[in-house]
């Protein structure tokens, strides 16, 4: 059974920071692109960042660019998103999710490309 859960979600005041982890398992993460995503009330899930398997690469949204770091330790079949500098706009649910595609990488930003999601954790951002 392929599983992806999150944790590290929690209340932060703005400028502060939070670490996310994601632990995935079987073919959600193995050779597979490991993507976050965010989605606010009433708002349309949105592409965060990005990490392929070597983890030599990174892609980000614009939107969190310089504030937020993807890595992943495949050793431990867990990726994280470290987020500094936290506004209020960050506020969200926030998933994981795992392409489940060996070595795909392409459309990396699109949560449809993604098979395997995690039950998200909620992020808020005080002013």
């Known amino acids: 059974q392929v599983e992806v859960v999150e944790s590290g979600g929690g209340l932060v005041q703005a400028g502060g920071s939070l670490r996310l982890s994601c632990a995935a398992s079987?073919?959600?993460?193995?050779?597979?692109?490991m993507g976050w995503f965010r989605q606010a009330p009433g708002l349309e899930r949105e592409f965060v960042a990005a990490?392929?398997?070597?983890?030599?690469?990174?892609f980000y949204a614009d939107s969190v660019k310089g504030r937020f770091t993807i890595s992943r330790d495949n050793a431990k079949n867990t990726v994280y998103l470290q987020m500094n500098s936290l506004k209020p706009e960050d506020t969200a649910v926030y998933f994981c999710?795992?392409?489940?595609?060996?070595?795909?990488?392409?459309?990396?930003?699109?949560?449809?490309?993604?098979?395997?999601w995690g039950q998200g954790t909620q992020v808020t951002v005080s002013s």
């Open positions: 990490v392929p398997w070597l983890g030599r690469t990174t």
């Open positions: 999710a795992g392409r489940g595609v060996k070595y795909e990488t392409t459309y990396y930003e699109r949560a449809d490309r993604y098979r395997y």
């Open positions: 079987g073919r959600a993460f193995t050779n597979s692109v």
